[in-house]
């Protein structure tokens, strides 16, 4: 692990526990991360130049400092905390700088939600099988979050709502894109609605058919949305032998038209979504 520097010396504002300070350097806010640094450390503190940092963890845009210091003001340290710690392990599991929003919108979005299961309200997640499906990683770090949680605030977390933790790390992994996201499992699951509907049955949401198709439909999305055409020679066979599943191809085509706001896809695209609704029909239609 490669450690970092401070360049010079820091002012603590904040101590959230023994691993996570906020602190002042040369009039910036920055979260730092270390075992024991918090230990004992109380507001005017000094952090001496030169200490070894696991993590620096700095908010730059203005906004997000005064939504992040709104947020010091009615959540509890102790929450904050281990969502920054959290944060710190992804980045190591990742090996990615995360989106500085997420330090605000995770922290925000935990804080209502253990609020509202605090108040035995029920939280809806209708998307849950298509993030833990697609986003597969991001669900896995959710749950050790939530593990956290159960273990320090005793509160446990639904898998509906680890569901939502996920899109937050997936958003913060994507420079902050949250409601595209969440717009296009809205879409996906759309496609598979109508596909269900047209071939008169029910997909086990919890098969690998569904998995498969569902990853298949989310390549071919992300293919549109990035314009990036795949070639397909075999356009002229899936028409003639699959014709149910090309029609059916051929009205996904307008739900991802209308959804995402195009004019056209490609005949190429449409007969990949023809032959992978074939593959999923003969799975399910034995």
Do not use: W
Request: hydrophobic letters at 40%; proline letters at 1%.
């Amino acid at each position: 692990m490669n450690l970092i520097i401070l360049n010079n010396k820091a002012t603590v504002v904040k101590s959230f526990n023994n691993n996570i300070l906020l602190v002042r350097e040369k009039g910036k806010e920055k979260i730092l991360f270390q075992k024991g640094i918090g230990f004992g450390k109380k507001l005017g503190d000094i952090i001496e130049k030169g200490t070894l940092v696991e993590k620096i963890f700095i908010i730059e845009d203005k906004e997000n400092q005064r939504n992040f210091n709104e947020i010091l003001t009615r959540v509890d340290t102790k929450l904050i905390g281990i969502v920054e710690e959290v944060i710190a392990e992804i980045t190591d599991e990742l090996g990615e700088t995360l989106n500085e929003n997420i330090h605000i919108g995770l922290v925000d979005h935990l804080f209502y939600a253990i609020k509202r299961l605090e108040e035995n309200e029920e939280i809806q997640n209708p998307f849950i099988v298509e993030i833990q499906t697609l986003y597969n990683r991001e669900f896995e770090m959710a749950s050790k979050l939530a593990d956290k949680i159960r273990e320090e605030l005793k509160v446990d977390i639904p898998e509906g709502e680890k569901g939502f933790i996920a899109l937050h790390i997936h958003s913060a992994r994507n420079n902050g894109k949250l409601s595209n996201t969440i717009k296009y499992s809205f879409l996906s699951n759309s496609i598979i609605e109508h596909v269900e509907d047209r071939l008169n049955i029910e997909i086990d949401r919890k098969s690998l058919d569904y998995a498969r198709f569902l990853t298949h439909i989310r390549f071919a999305i992300e293919r549109i949305i990035t314009d990036a055409p795949i070639k397909n020679d075999l356009i002229y066979v899936i028409k003639k032998k699959y014709r149910l599943s090309y029609e059916i191809a051929e009205e996904t085509k307008k739900i991802i038209c209308r959804a995402l706001e195009i004019s056209n896809i490609s005949e190429d695209e449409i007969a990949y979504l023809a032959m992978h609704i074939e593959r999923f029909r003969s799975s399910i239609i034995k």
